[in-house]
């Protein structure tokens, strides 16, 4: 992918996800040793039609040594929708939550949904207590219109924020929230220790898998591929770009 195509793409999309993209991709220079992370030649820049309007994907992957894959994936449907899609997985040496977050944005010109969460990967779904006692010293935000979490969601923490954030001021309250949970987490993740027992990275591996297999529930992401790409590019898609996991 040119960086030309890099800069029109982000350069057209919602304003947050613009910036929540520049602010993610600065934490991640920042705070982690970051190398390139080999994405498959045909995934990396992809062109479709989604009923007839263009569909726009771009992936920009890394690795660091305490994670096997950060992806930032944008997207677009011609002027229609905008899409911010990041997970931060683990290297299962680590025992760290993952950290994800998602934007869309409408015709309305206003995003309809924004998430941001630390998943536990333990088998209790809860965080590691130096997360918990981080976030719980967060300052206290109310945002006018929260959304409900979907049915599969029981992967989310207790600290998972999921908005419908109304104008600007909300808007920029979601971008800083985003940028201290991604801020806390590179910090903590470069503190921890890598995992000598085998039974206890079998544990990470077996939380990263359950945590892929309750994303790719995700019906709408699923039928908007679908539509575009069909079923068999679908399942290479999300099993390869979105939500793989270590075997």
């Excluded at 994907?57 to 899609?85: M, T, W």
Aim: hydrophobic share 40%; glycine share 4%.
């Amino acid at each position: 992918m040119s960086k030309s195509m890099e800069v029109s793409l982000r350069s057209r999309q919602h304003s947050l996800i613009r910036r929540l993209a520049d602010c993610i991709e600065a934490v991640w220079h920042a705070q982690l040793e970051l190398s390139p992370y080999l994405v498959p030649e045909d995934l990396g820049y992809i062109e479709g039609s989604l009923e007839g309007e263009r569909l726009v994907i771009e992936n920009h992957c890394y690795q660091a040594p305490q994670f096997r894959k950060l992806h930032l994936e944008l997207a677009q449907v011609s002027n229609g929708l905008d899409i911010l899609h990041c997970v931060m997985f683990p290297n299962p040496e680590y025992a760290l939550p993952i950290f994800g977050s998602d934007l869309v944005g409408g015709r309305s010109g206003s995003i309809s949904a924004a998430i941001v969460d630390l998943s536990p990967v333990s088998v209790d779904r809860a965080l590691p207590e130096s997360y918990q006692s981080a976030l719980s010293l967060l300052s206290k935000i109310e945002f006018s219109q929260p959304r409900a979490l979907p049915e599969w969601g029981d992967i989310f923490s207790e600290f998972c924020l999921f908005v419908h954030p109304v104008g600007v001021q909300e808007e920029d309250m979601f971008l800083h929230r985003v940028q201290e949970f991604l801020t806390l987490h590179c910090q903590i993740a470069s503190r921890e220790m890598a995992l000598t027992s085998n039974l206890d990275i079998t544990k990470v591996v077996a939380g990263q898998r359950y945590y892929c297999m309750k994303q790719q529930k995700n019906d709408k992401t699923r039928r908007v591929l679908e539509k575009s790409f069909g079923a068999e590019w679908t399942d290479r898609y999300m099993n390869t770009m979105l939500f793989d996991y270590v075997a």
